[in-house]
């Protein structure tokens, strides 16, 4: 039973293609989609890309350095839209001319090197929404069952009651538990980076989830950065 369990719940991942030249980036970009719950698959040359895509193309996203030896990103991303993979490209070519080329040949989003994993796992997660292929299902922590599509929290089977950024919090540190986040991160994620209130919004936002919920052993305080869910 347990194999089987197993592999239902690799099944069910989202399978993300890397293709990225440099070994680096590339093994840290997919140890975190790891650590996000994602399945990475990893390339590192435009053409062998190009090859697995006519063998394999159940992917539910691609992120695409443009640089690459053989094809380039430009030439792949017209492969990707042929078989409907949505397409973040990550590159250096931070000038005007590429990123409009870029979006306008149909990518969801352009994002310029160097850049910080928890941005990158928040746009991922975008997209992956506006193109319906993250499925709404019932998360449990201990006695709590959060249902995200319908936006309520019961625990031992009684509604609790949580304010919009409540619950939008809740499900942050849910989508990125095991990580540490600082304030300004999680207020960058929940009111965008032009925020400009008190980042201790967030603490207030924590004492209540942590008394509504008795989540106190669950939402960790890392003295001095922010904040780490257990899960």
Request: with cysteine.
């Amino acid at each position: 039973m347990k194999v089987k369990d197993t592999k239902s719940r690799v099944e069910m991942m989202k399978k993300i293609l890397v293709i990225e030249d440099e070994n680096a980036i590339n093994d840290l970009i997919c140890m975190n989609l790891e650590i996000a719950g994602y399945k990475p698959v990893a390339f590192f040359d435009g053409e062998d890309a190009s090859r697995h895509l006519k063998e394999q193309d159940e992917y539910d996203l691609a992120l695409l350095d443009i640089m690459l030896p053989g094809k380039d990103g430009f030439e792949l991303l017209e492969e990707f839209k042929e078989h409907d993979i949505p397409v973040i490209y990550l590159t250096a070519k931070g000038d005007l001319p590429s990123k409009v080329k870029g979006l306008r040949s149909g990518a969801e989003d352009y994002i310029v090197k160097p850049f910080e994993m928890l941005e990158l796992l928040v746009r991922i997660d975008i997209v992956l929404k506006r193109f319906g292929k993250e499925e709404a299902e019932e998360i449990h922590i201990k006695d709590v069952v959060i249902n995200e599509k319908k936006r309520t929290v019961h625990k031992n089977g009684v509604e609790i009651s949580m304010q919009p950024m409540e619950f939008d919090c809740l499900l942050v540190f849910w989508k990125y538990r095991n990580r540490v986040m600082t304030r300004d991160q999680i207020l960058n994620i929940l009111w965008g980076v032009d925020f400009e209130g008190e980042s201790r919004t967030v603490d207030v936002h924590v004492g209540n989830i942590r008394k509504k919920l008795d989540f106190s052993d669950v939402i960790i305080t890392v003295p001095r950065v922010g904040y780490r869910m257990e899960g």
